[in-house]
């Protein structure tokens, strides 16, 4: 494989995983502003995630009021098998009035506190 090839393979991947870390979410409210929260997910029926739970951690506190629409996003988490696991994650919902809001999930490695 040459070295052209590899580099775009990585980009390709790295592409894709930052995909499937992010959430495309609804702008109902018109709020601006950042935040971090954390999300508790189980597995729900089949191939479904339930979203137990979500904790204001960081950021606008104008965005506490869009805990619900986390709640009812749809996560693609995906559970090993029907053992009962809850898994905690830490995102930044970035939220814009007149644009595209998105949850993204940080990397598991990258989340250094809970503040």
């Given amino acids: 494989m040459s070295p052209g090839t590899q580099r775009s393979s990585r980009l390709d991947f790295n592409r894709s995983a930052l995909q499937a870390r992010t959430l495309h979410l609804s702008n109902i409210p018109a709020v601006n502003g950042r935040a971090d929260f954390f999300v508790l997910l189980s597995p729900g029926q089949g191939t479904t995630v339930t979203v137990e739970s979500t904790s204001f951690v960081s950021g606008d506190e104008n965005l506490k009021i869009l805990a619900d629409s986390l709640r009812s996003a749809k996560f693609t ?29 940080a990397l598991p490695v990258d989340v250094k506190s809970v503040n």
């Avoid at 830490?90 to 949850?103: I, V």
Wanted: charged share 25%; glycine share 4%; with cysteine.
């Fill in 77 to 105: 988490q995906q559970f090993p098998d029907n053992t009962p696991v809850k898994i905690v994650r830490r995102g930044t919902l970035d939220w814009k009035a007149a644009a595209e809001c998105t949850f993204l999930l």
